[in-house]
């Protein structure tokens, strides 16, 4: 790599890499799962930097490869293994509902099958049309529209059930 595409390339990372990392992070609901993410997706952007550079499809190919990363990852076993002995957390209903939300819908993310949390992702946080989602994903227009419905399906029904455990919760205390 020359000069000119080292500057190239670190400009790039220091424009995208906040976006990058949100977006894998709502892929994969953990942060440091998400910054090996966009690390691993940014190694393989550099190795193809002078092709991507001549087609100035940059943006559409690290999305793609941050897809395809994430739902290949999610197939390996040591993707699922977790520590012993994680403690169970209760929370109450304050003036934090904003964040209690966004921990409900990251949960309610990782439950989500990897294409299915990658549509939903796509289409509704990065704002992507439902053909440029195909192109990231590699699949029909029609596969995005189903994976997204079927997510968002399970999401809304997720969000009603969260819903309800809380206003138990609440009633319980009271």
């Known amino acids: 790599m020359h ?26 609901g953990d942060r440091g799962k998400a910054e090996d993410l966009v690390q691993t997706t940014l190694a393989k952007t550099v190795v193809a930097w002078s092709r991507l550079q001549r087609s100035e499809g940059v943006d559409h190919y690290v999305r793609r490869v941050l897809v395809n990363t994430f739902v290949s990852w999610r197939r390996r076993r040591s993707w699922w ?35 299915q949390r990658a549509a ?14 195909a192109l990231v994903m590699g699949c029909s227009v029609g596969t995005v529209k ?17 819903d309800a455990v809380a206003d138990q919760e609440v009633r319980y205390a009271t």
Do not use: I
């Open 3 to 28: 000069d000119r595409e080292d500057e190239e390339v670190t400009a790039f990372v220091r424009a995208r890499y906040g976006s990058l990392l949100r977006t894998a992070f709502l892929l994969c």
């Open 146 to 162: 189903s994976l997204s419905s079927r997510g968002l399906r399970t999401l809304r029904q997720q969000w009603v059930e969260a």
């Open 81 to 115: 293994e977790q520590p012993l002995g994680r403690l169970v957390e209760t929370q109450a209903r304050d003036e934090y509902v904003g964040v209690e939300q966004r921990d409900l819908l990251r949960r309610a993310l990782d439950g989500l099958p990897a294409r």
């Open 120 to 133: 939903v992702v796509l289409r509704f946080y990065e704002d992507l049309s439902e053909q440029d989602a």
